[in-house]
């Protein structure tokens, strides 16, 4: 017998013969809302690092305090929920978590050079045109994100809109004058809406999950989404890709 025929037998032992002699073996992988986990990290992180820029308490100096838990929690943590978001076949959640949570880590790494004298530190009244560049780059990136959120949740697109635009605000603060600078203060009142939207935005998709129903209204298209009570989590949401498996959160 050949392998070909011995692999045909093996398939239809046990099987219909309308298999046609194949069986076949689904393998279900369903995930939890990778966002929750990353959201938490990041408006958490951002509340902290927010306020001072907003000049609500302390300095410069106390980045560096906050610094090791915005490295675990909105950087590890955000960083993981990023790529378990790309396992969710979610594109706009993998950037957007893949990029803050990149951000979160090389923040830490940062506190940690200038504290230690490997880099200078910027006086507080002094532009700071290095990390006015870590904005540039972050807020082109985080507007790109918003844009494709809108497509699907409104809710999300507030949280990345607002945080494109505090890190807009930032970059022109940054580079023309520094941790003083009104535009950087501005930006920082913009991350704490941000954070603020994510903390709404997580707790939504929290209850959701938990429940299986729309508790507090997410801003997705879908009314029945938003409908309180409404029954918004199937199992079973494609007829391609996966199956059993939705796609995104």
């Given amino acids: 017998m050949s392998t070909m025929e011995e692999r045909r037998a093996t398939a239809l032992a046990g099987t219909d013969g309308d298999t046609n002699g194949w069986a076949t073996r689904v393998v279900l992988q369903p995930i939890a809302a990778p966002s929750v ?10 509340m902290m690092v927010a306020t001072i820029q907003a000049k609500w308490w302390g300095g410069p100096a106390d980045l560096r305090a906050v610094a090791p838990f915005c490295l675990t929690f909105g950087g590890l943590a955000q960083l ?62 985080t507007w790109t994100a918003a844009a494709g959120a809108l497509a699907e949740n409104l809710g999300v697109f507030a949280v990345l809109a607002t945080l494109a635009l505090g890190s807009s605000f930032s970059a022109v ?35 959701m999950s938990a429940t299986g ?37």
């Avoid at 986990?37 to 951002?46: D, M, N, R």
């Avoid at 809406?193 to 903390?199: E, K, T």
């Avoid at 009314?223 to 059993?244: F, H, S």
């Fill in 80 to 141: 993981l929920a990023g790529m378990w978001a790309y396992k969710a076949r979610d594109v706009v959640a993998t950037l957007a978590h893949g990029t803050w949570g990149a951000f979160w880590i090389a923040f830490f790494v940062l506190q940690l050079l200038q504290m230690t004298g490997t880099i200078p530190t910027p006086a507080p009244g002094a532009t700071d045109l290095a990390f006015g560049m870590w904005m540039i780059g972050l807020a082109y990136v």
């Fill in 213 to 249: 129903r729309a508790i507090l209204p997410t801003g997705e298209w879908s009314k029945r989404a938003n409908k309180p009570g409404a029954t918004a989590v199937y199992p079973i949401q494609l007829d391609w890709g996966e199956p059993g498996v939705k796609q995104g959160q």
């Fill in 37 to 46: 986990l990353g959201l938490a990290g990041f408006s958490v992180s951002t």
């Fill in 173 to 207: 603060g940054y580079l023309t004058g520094g941790f003083q600078s009104g535009w950087s203060t501005l930006g920082g009142w913009l991350f704490v809406i941000s954070a603020g939207l994510a903390w709404y935005v997580l707790t939504a998709m929290t209850l």
